[in-house]
């Protein structure tokens, strides 16, 4: 009865111990008007199904429109009352203050696509960019598209302009870091033709690799493990080599952190 009774009570101490540390959990989108069913799935799963607390944030455009019509896509897979869109951008004390009790009781984030820029300002605020990462840390999962997408990563690419070589001079920012911090992500990545804009990036920071996602799929990732969804693919640039992953594979985005 000892040797049974102790592997009990080590059991509910390994339980304990495991419920302790929160998985960090995030879906980058590529970016259309299409969200892959297996995204949108695994991340109500996530946030308490029919029971989540969705919170859409709409930073990157000016209005709430298009945070309405992500709500209507993602309504069959939660319950009536799951939504709350917060403050648009630039928000106002109030409306920050607002937006801090609305992230507060959320069970799950969505950032919305449009300009990246207009989310890195208002993250510029430390309150807000804290209150975010928190919530991050504590294993609420967050999703991005396009612009909420392209501000996952710690480097944010934000703009490309043509140099006098011909060569895209990228813009970029500090993003919320949310992959893991060797990570830079690009998204409408094939569609777009921007593979040489991410291979350059990544040459010019040793030490990162790249994850291009095209449209309509989806990069489910957590604790730095990605898994494709949706009818596209997923692009890992690393060096020289590129190597494509289509629905369903997997890769684990911690073995190409530099030791």
Sequence with gaps: MKIISKIATLLIVVLLTNQSFAKER?????????????AITQFMNWANGKESKILIIPWATTGLEYAQVIQ??????????SFTIAPAF????????????????ATGVYLTGGDQERILKTIEDKEIRSALSTKFRSGTPFVGTS?????????????????????????TGAGLCFLPPHVIVD???VVRDRELRLRLLVKANPGTIG???????????????GKVT????????????????????TIDLNDFAKK
């Excluded at 928000?91 to 507060?104: D, Y």
């Excluded at 949706?230 to 594979?249: A, C």
């Design 230 to 249: 949706g009818p596209g693919s997923v692009v890992i640039i690393i060096g020289d080599k590129k190597i494509v992953l289509t629905d369903g594979k």
């Design 147 to 171: 612009a909420g997408t392209a501000i996952m990563s710690g480097i944010a690419i934000i703009a490309e302009n043509e140099g006098p070589d011909g060569k895209p001079e990228l813009v």
């Design 211 to 225: 994850v291009g996602v095209d449209e309509p799929t989806g990069f489910i990732v957590e604790d730095g493990v």
């Design 187 to 189: 998204q409408h990545f």
């Design 26 to 38: 995030v879906i980058v989108l590529g970016g259309s008007d299409e969200i892959p069913d297996g």
């Design 72 to 81: 209507k896509q993602l309504e069959p897979f939660a319950g009536k009352n």
């Design 90 to 105: 630039p928000m106002n004390k109030e409306m920050k203050s607002k937006f801090l009790v609305q992230l507060k009781n």
